[in-house]
């Protein structure tokens, strides 16, 4: 899930950005202690006496039907309100059955998958859970037409109920991470009598289903969840959750601040994340920071010039600084990343570094005169990024100033911004020379931090991608041997043998440059004194459940 502002998700992958706004809470900060105020929102209060949460977020809900939501904040409320197949161990990357009770078995070709189902589960409308509502569920998220619909619908064949409590499901070819998609918040059991199948038939502001929470109310500005007194599994260690949405960091920040929430989650500017850190011991509240698996990147287009050259993708390789960015742009609150998969897979290894380093100018001018840029011939590239991301702003310029002042007269960069539905509109056109980037998983496994960025349908190494995922993100990346490689992994059931294919295409990225890895998020949660079990998973989820006070 690709982001292009905030919190949105598509295919071509937008990005999911959940950024932050870097510069505007310098002024905000300012303002907010000269008037004294949280900007006309109003606080209640932490519900301290009934067991109830009050959560505060500036993060927005489009819709609650699992088969149209693609963004961060409905796949948290969905995570939290649904249950899945399968899930992850708490606080581990251990896959362990939910709905299912047992792993599935899996057939010789690699196709089929079969699994058992719990019994005696009931939805939050009182009906039952069995094979036959498992199955509509997933049909209905793969004919609906939503967001997501494209994970399943790509990858299943069929589904059916092959007895009450065994789901059985064919693949279209084999893809070894399937258990891991059937973790995604979407893949969640709904009533047969409440929803339907059919396109664009949605339910953006309801949801019915087993989860430890039921839904007490949606709006814009406030989401109830009551807990469930029905449900199968563990029951919540509070009796609910308030989430209030905020208009902006600063108010989000300043209410919890003054003690009107329990929590606060997603998204406060680096600025006030370093407030709230420096100001712990005094203000009595906890933080909780946690890594992600959120990467952010530089698409390289090699359909057009300068990046249709080698040698100048891994000149500006050599050139980026990552420690700078994450000084100027995050205060630190970011990890220098030097591979598309992140550090939370063993498999990760930190190519772009061993390759390239971080602003290694000297090694950058080899590149250049092998490229033939000479001060007679300067090399001139444009940045582009998303008008509403200030974060990629800052990114953006910071890059610029170092490569200008480091490369005087022999590199000159153009940093430029479009409207977000505009600019990665233009992405898949091949309008951009590169762009700067963020990546949100759809699921728990290397093969979604790979496949996105390397894999074409259609084209040659002649003319590039013409049809396929490399188009989408900008690049147009094309290559036979890793086009080979990704179906491997996929199709390889072996982990070890997995993990060393994942190796090899994370040398071909540092090979071909396709993109640039920059940086991983960080993830910041904050509690008040009195408030326990507050985590962020290493799945990037919020297990709401789990808080007590």
Known sequence: MSVQFLSERGWPRPLRSLGYYIGLFSLCLIMAVACGGNGGEQAAGPTTSNGRVAMGTTLKARTLDPADAYEIFPGILLYNLGDRLYTYAP????????????????????????????????????SAFNAEVMAFSIQRFMDN??????????????????GEYELTMTLKQPFAAFTSLLTFWGVT???????TIGDGQFKPEEFIGSGPYKLASFSSDVIKLDANPDYWGTAPGNE???????????????????????????????????????EAGQGGWNVIEAGSTVVNYMSLNQKIAPFDDLNVRKAVAAMIDRNLINDRAFQGQAEPLYSLIPKSFDVHEPVFETAYGD???????????????????????????????????????TLKEAIESNLPGLVTVQVSTAESA?????????????????????????DNFVQPFLSCNEGSEETLCEKG????????????????????????????????????????MVEDVPYIPL?????????????DGVTIEPNQQFLLWQINK
């Open 422 to 446: 505009t600019l990665w509109e233009n992405v898949e056109k091949g309008v951009y020379p590169s762009v700067l980037s963020n990546w949100y998983p759809d699921y728990f496994d290397p």
């Open 145 to 162: 037409g939503g967001r997501p619909a494209f994970l399943l619908s790509e990858k299943i064949d069929t589904v059916e109920a092959t």
């Open 240 to 278: 609910g959750i308030d989430i209030q949405i905020f208009t902006s960091p600063a108010n989000l920040y300043n209410t919890f601040r003054s003690g009107g929430l329990d929590v606060a989650y997603q998204t406060l500017d680096p600025d006030q994340i370093a407030a709230l850190e420096r």
């Open 91 to 126: 606080g581990t990357t251990t896959l362990e059955p939910q709905l299912a009770t047992d792993m599935p078995t899996v057939s010789d070709d690699a196709l089929t998958y079969t699994i058992p189902l719990r019994e005696g589960v009931t939805l939050h409308d009182g």
């Open 359 to 397: 602003g290694n100018y000297e090694q950058a001018k080899v590149f250049l005169e092998e490229a033939g840029i000479t001060a007679a011939n300067p090399l001139e590239f444009e940045i582009w990024y998303p008008t509403a991301s200030t974060t990629r702003s800052v990114v953006a310029n």
């Open 469 to 508: 995922a490399t188009q989408g993100n900008g690049s147009f990346y094309y290559s036979t041997r890793t086009n080979d490689l990704l179906a491997k992994q996929r199709a390889e059931q072996d982990e070890s043998v997995r993990s060393d294919v994942f190796k090899d295409l994370q040398q071909v």
């Open 189 to 195: 059991p709904v009533p047969l009598e409440t929803y």
């Open 519 to 531: 940086w991983q998020n960080k993830d910041y949660v904050f509690a008040a004194s009195g408030v």
